[in-house]
């Protein structure tokens, strides 16, 4: 009989993120060959894992698909994007659910979603 073996969970977790981000990459290109169900399939396989191991997908994948209707959202294709205002807005083709994302407000309090570049005065040569 074989002996038992506890489960390691945080290997586990970590193998897990890494598939999530491969089905990610893998829906990406395969919706810009054209095969949208297959990104739609990749990513409904993401969003699965992603449960399992009681972690949310990060935003950039999370906007990447229909809430409605699961379609992976490939501007251009299958849905339409919009800038109007202070905010963007991204209409699924598929279903038709439209969803917005402001854009000023991290501009008016100051706050930055990404990382500064390091190149400081002293680094430019005249």
Known sequence: MARFRPRDKKRQRGIAEERIDRLFQLAKAAALAGRIDRAGRYMALARKMAMKIQ???PPEMRR???RRCGA???PGSTCRT???G???TTTCL????IYRFPF???QKTGTRRYKKTSLQPSDVIE
Do not use: H, Q
């Open 72 to 74: 992976f959202m490939l």
């Open 82 to 84: 919009r800038v109007g």
């Open 104 to 106: 000023l407000r991290e």
């Open 55 to 57: 972690k949310p997908l």
């Open 86 to 88: 202070s905010r963007v």
């Open 64 to 66: 990447a698909v229909c």
């Open 94 to 97: 598929g279903c038709g659910e």
